[in-house]
């Protein structure tokens, strides 16, 4: 996470807009959170998010730490676009390559 270590960086990766979809699902009768991961966005913001996440979750007291959603990735894509605010430092260059050569 070294080079999102730039608050203000993790900050805006943090926004609503640059979040993962989530679907409600069930898995061997347990509630779940299926994640669609943004095809858009880099994966070193995506291991980023995934760090903060669980430090997030281990911070939480045992009890709150149960009743947490089991979140599982998707191996389908988000299919939403970049908003047109995303800066450049987010935007995968292969999504980038791929998209525009479909332009």
Not at 10 to 20: D, G
Not at 21 to 48: H, T, Y
Request: aromatic share 8%; hydrophobic share 30%; with cysteine.
């Amino acid at each position: 996470m070294a080079e999102y270590d730039d608050k203000e960086k993790l900050a805006q990766l943090m926004k609503p807009e640059y979040m993962s979809s989530e679907e409600s699902d069930m898995e061997d009768g347990e509630p779940i959170f299926r994640v669609r991961r943004l095809q858009w966005l880099k994966e070193k913001c995506n291991k980023a998010k995934d760090t903060l996440d669980k430090k997030y979750s281990d911070s939480l007291p045992t009890n709150l730490r149960k009743l947490k959603r089991k979140r599982v990735l998707s191996v389908e894509p988000s299919e939403g676009k970049p908003p047109q605010s995303a800066p450049g430092w987010m935007l995968s260059k292969t999504w980038c390559d791929n998209f525009n050569s479909h332009m």
